[in-house]
């Protein structure tokens, strides 16, 4: 005595088992009167049920205007949100945002502040065409990452500077935490230094109250910005071997690695730290070993002819300054007392007479100089 809106509904409920219903006739008119027509008997008709009408009469344009709902789905519109809730007798609402209120949650490896961010991420990855998000699921608290991923996480490019326990100044404290997986050491967030009197001496030659204070004083000189910057103080190192006890006097040397020490105690120093044989070659500065390329002849005091001052300057330093300029171009001729146009009279007198006798005939001068008649 039921109405099916289709044959279909008819042969699904058949397939499924129920095989005592056969199909009497097309249409929707199942009155008692029409029925009697076959061969049932009215006491076999069960009470005819009027079919529910829907209760849900919401029909929703077909617009694409993306709303957040607070489960997490990203419904086509408005109206789509409506009646998903009044289809499934639910309160969906549309998020708006996120609150402020930190409660961590965790989804594949990525953490986020609270369970409305989460929510708002999901409907980003829906509107980007991951259909899958909407099945995302979050737990609480903070997302235990593992050694690679921390390595390999991607730190935002702000200039937000921290000194780690290492002493090396990073940009931000997710760059140092990125380093420290990488490398595998634990590195943190420097302390600030205590007043215990445990004196260390730097690489740099510098001895410090104790390791603490070493450690600011490496990492503030890698400020760019500071009046203390240098470029080597990422390698600063607290030496182990050998105290800070040369002193501040100032009485240069030149070590055999060409490099100029306050005093020979630092030149020590130095060795000893690199493990290699340093000696002094002469008391002061060491030579300069930058040379210009302009070629401009010089002669020094030991006859020789250089290519320019500053390889003439450079020689006489390794020689302990005994080399003097004496004049720019080819040296001149050299007698026993020394230089100058030393040319004896006798030899140029014979000259002057050859000239005068060749000029008395009234030749040019320059063609008598080649020769000619």
């Not at 519109?77 to 409660?103: I, S």
């Amino acid at each position: 005595g039921k109405f099916r809106a289709n044959p279909c509904i008819f042969k699904s409920e058949y397939c499924y088992g129920k095989t005592d219903v056969d199909f009497l006739r097309m249409g929707t008119d199942c009155t008692i009167d029409m029925l009697m027509d076959t061969d049932m008997k009215k006491e076999d008709l069960e009470v005819i049920e009027e079919p529910e009408e829907p209760e849900c009469r919401i029909y929703c344009p077909r617009v694409y205007e993306p709303v957040c709902g607070d489960d997490g789905v990203l419904y086509d519109n408005d109206c789509q949100l409506r009646l998903r809730n009044c289809l499934n007798g639910t309160n969906v609402r549309e998020q708006f945002g996120a609150n402020r209120m930190l409660a961590q949650v965790c989804h594949a490896g990525v953490t986020y502040g609270n369970r409305d961010m989460f929510i708002l991420a999901k409907c980003d990855a829906q509107r980007d065409g991951n259909k899958n998000a909407r099945d995302w699921e979050a737990t609480d608290g903070v997302c235990q990452l593992t050694r690679v991923q921390r390595c390999n996480k991607a730190c935002p490019m702000i200039n937000d500077p921290i000194c780690g326990s290492d002493g090396i100044r990073y940009a931000n404290e997710c760059v140092m935490e990125s380093v420290a997986a990488c490398s595998g050491e634990e590195i943190t967030r420097l302390r600030p230094p205590h007043r215990m009197y445990a004196p260390v001496c730097g690489s740099n030659g510098v001895q410090y109250s104790n390791d603490l204070v070493f450690l600011w004083a490496k990492c503030q000189a890698q400020d760019s910005e500071s009046a203390k910057f240098s470029r080597k103080a990422s390698n600063w190192k607290i030496a182990k071997n050998s105290p800070c006890d040369c002193g501040i006097y100032e009485s240069l040397v030149c070590g055999s690695n060409g490099q100029t020490y306050t005093n020979s105690c630092l030149m020590d120093k130095t060795a000893c730290e690199l493990n290699i044989p340093i000696e002094e070659v002469h008391a002061g500065s060491c030579c300069p070993r930058m040379h210009t390329r302009d070629i401009r002849p010089a002669c020094g005091s030991d006859g020789k002819v250089y290519t320019n001052l500053s390889l003439l300057a450079d020689a006489s330093c390794q020689n302990d300054f005994s080399i003097r300029f004496v004049n720019e171009g080819q040296c001149m001729l050299m007698d026993d007392s020394g230089f100058g146009n030393d040319v004896e009279e006798e030899e140029a007198e014979p000259i002057e007479k050859k000239k005068s006798k060749k000029n008395k005939s009234g030749k040019n001068r320059l063609l008598s100089r080649f020769g000619r008649k």
